[in-house]
């Protein structure tokens, strides 16, 4: 499962730690998020989602 | 995050600390009831020690702070494996240890009911999981 989450996060210039912050989670899961580590939950990838003001399959797309 | 939200963290941030304090109060209370004061005040001690140095620990930890407030479901994700992992390893021990009791001649106390308490707790669990949904 790849993601866009780096991308959008920098884009807006934002910190690991403040998109964490602003999401309710810690800056590490927001780093695992990114590179893949940890597939978060549907709620938190709406949560994610509503955050950037995109929709889950503009942020998460499924590679396989 | 809502006010009720944000009481609900803190209320959280408080329970395993004070979870700790409460067993180094059993502690004590066993030493003091059982004539073993020395033990009973180290035990205190050491599970109010561990429960400041939780809070402490929890400023520099955002693992520590997870662990204590449960916001972030990853960090709760860990700390659900680190039990199940934990439980699995005092599980076998048990097993093990009523293997050998057994086959020293004696009756497999308290091992064997240990292994009924572990084995009937997951059977409630997955039960009671299994209902919820």
Redesign the interface.
């Known amino acids: 499962m790849r993601n866009r989450v780096r991308t959008l996060r920098q884009k807006r210039g934002m910190s690991q730690a403040a998109l964490g912050a602003a999401l309710g989670v810690s800056r590490q899961t927001i780093n695992s998020i990114e590179t893949g580590r940890y597939l978060p939950s549907l709620p938190l990838a709406l949560a994610i989602a509503h955050h950037f003001e995109l929709i889950v399959e503009e942020i998460f797309d499924d590679d396989e | ?1 809502t006010t009720n939200d944000t009481q609900k963290q803190s209320t959280r941030q408080w329970m395993l600390p004070g979870f700790a304090v409460a067993i180094g109060i059993a502690y004590l209370i066993a030493g003091l009831v059982g004539d073993e004061v020395g033990f009973g005040l180290f035990g205190l001690a050491l599970m109010v020690t561990v429960a400041v140095a939780l809070l402490l620990v929890r400023r520099r930890s ?2 520590v ?2 662990l204590l407030d449960r ?5 709760v994700q860990i700390d659900v494996k680190a039990t199940a992992f934990a439980g699995s390893v005092v599980t076998a021990a048990v097993l093990i240890a009523f293997i050998v009791e057994i086959a020293r001649g004696n009756d497999g106390s308290p091992y064997a009911a240990l292994g009924a308490i572990g084995g009937l707790a997951y059977l409630a669990s997955v039960v009671w999981h299994r209902v919820r949904g």
């Open positions: 995050m955002e693992t702070q997870g916001r972030d479901e990853r960090i």
